[in-house]
């Protein structure tokens, strides 16, 4: 029985070996877990790449910054000019591209800096330097609108060049209009030294409008660049719109939609009819002398003249006024019998011409002659169908905000934080 008993003790003995060996196995597998996880491999720096490259000299102006980042993504850039400029540019949404907005300048070198981080924060830096070509010649730009004036709401931005434009895509893509409220608008070329600009509908009364023409930098044509760019600020007025019907020999004055004013007039009589259509108003003066050689009536003719015509509103290049006439007050109201000019009283033609803003429309009905295309801002003449075909781009514009962002934000420009200065889409002007 002793013997039975001391085998089940050694049995029992032999048992407890193996749990005692157990233990030490798995806390050694956990030491060797833990060491792993220290040793995990470092992710490579993030890489940056800057076309032009460093050095590049006579960059042709037209021909973007491009940044990339690869193995992270850009954390700063930052291109500022030989003159203190700084450049803005775009950067893409996944923030490993930026390029910038506008044209460079001409001869004109650079400096860029940009800053990228890799997963695990650690940066690295590039910078690079390069400079542009000198063009061998320039393109001069200058708007009819003055800075800081008022129009009507009828008024085209009208842009005017000192020489051809070839490249009208290229110099259309850098005109941007600025509103204080929404406004789609297009481009006109009348030719190559001459483009218009106007809302779809007239512009809103009492809005701000701001034109930037980033013209630095564009190729107008073999070797031209623009060398300045072009920026004016006006303001549109209240809606002034006048119809005047030569049947009923009356003048109708509405502001903002309302009736405000209706005068007697007499218009062109029929072998010198006043032209039909929508007329912009483009000239204001207090006092014209008219002579009618300059229209074609030759002096010595029976029908010619030369007169002192005072408070007078210009609507036509060939010489189409309102003003005052107190030779015709017998005819304002019933009949017409002018060279074409609509006659009013004096104090009417005094009110009309205080009240008158360039840029408002004039409205004629009722002759046999329809206002010829270019005889004045004829620009309300055409729809809007046919106006869109007079654009290079063969589009219509929707207009910036004035502090130059879109209002429907595109996706290259809705990246948050920073670099801060390369999240904005225009160049500071």
């Known amino acids: 029985m002793q013997h039975n008993v001391g085998a089940w003790i050694r049995r029992r003995r032999v048992g407890v070996v193996p749990v005692l060996v157990v233990a030490p196995l798995m806390l050694a597998s956990a030491c060797f877990g833990a060491s792993s996880a220290e040793e995990r491999p470092k992710p490579p720096a993030a890489q940056v790449t800057i076309e032009p490259q460093d050095g590049t000299e006579k960059v042709r102006p037209e021909d973007p910054i491009k940044i ?11 291109v500022k000019s030989s003159k203190d400029r700084v450049l803005q540019g775009e950067l893409s949404p996944d923030r490993t591209t930026w390029t910038s ?3 460079l300048h001409p001869s004109t070198s650079y400096d860029v800096e940009a800053t990228a981080v890799n997963p695990d924060g650690r940066e690295t830096q590039v910078k690079s330097s390069f400079s542009t070509l000198d063009p061998k010649s320039s393109l001069d730009a200058s708007s009819v609108i003055e800075d800081g004036q008022k129009v009507g709401v009828g008024m085209p931005i009208i842009v005017n060049f000192d020489s051809p434009v070839y490249n009208k895509k290229n110099v259309e893509r850098a005109l941007e209009v600025r509103t204080s409220e929404a406004v789609t608008g297009a481009w006109y070329w009348m030719n190559r030294q001459e483009v218009h600009f106007r809302p779809k509908k007239y512009w809103p009364a009492n809005s701000k409008v701001r034109l930037v023409g980033h013209l630095t930098g564009v190729r107008a044509g073999k070797g031209m660049y623009g060398t300045d760019d072009l920026n004016v600020n006006f303001k549109i007025g209240d809606k002034h719109i006048s119809k005047i019907d030569t049947n009923d020999h009356t003048m109708t004055v509405k502001e903002n939609g309302d009736k405000i004013k209706t005068f007697p007039m007499s218009a062109g009589r029929s072998s010198y009819p006043t032209t039909s259509g ?6 204001r003066s207090p006092v014209v002398v008219m002579d009618s050689a300059t ?7 029976p029908e010619y003249y030369r007169i002192t015509a005072y408070w007078t ?5 060939s010489g189409l006024y309102t003003h005052s006439a107190p030779w015709s007050l017998y005819a304002q109201g019933n009949s017409n019998v002018s060279h074409g000019c609509i006659n009013l009283s004096p104090d009417r033609a ?11 429309i004039i409205k004629i009905t009722g002759t046999p ?15 809007w169908d046919e106006w869109l075909e007079g654009s290079a781009l063969d589009e219509p514009v929707k207009t910036n905000q004035l502090d130059g962002t879109a209002r429907s934000p595109s996706p290259t420009s809705s ?7 390369t999240s904005s889409p225009t160049q500071s002007p």
């Open 68 to 78: 990339a980042a690869s193995k992270g993504t850009l954390q700063s850039v930052s």
């Open 101 to 103: 907005r506008w044209t």
């Open 278 to 283: 929508t007329h912009v108003v483009f000239e």
């Open 295 to 301: 229209v074609g009536i030759p002096k010595g003719s």
């Open 313 to 317: 509103v210009k609507f036509t290049f």
């Open 350 to 360: 005094k009110w009309f011409y205080d009240w008158s803003l360039v840029g408002d």
């Open 369 to 383: 002659r329809e206002l010829e295309w270019g005889n004045g801002w004829t620009d309300w003449e055409k729809p």
């Open 415 to 421: 990246a948050t934080g920073s670099p801060t200065s």
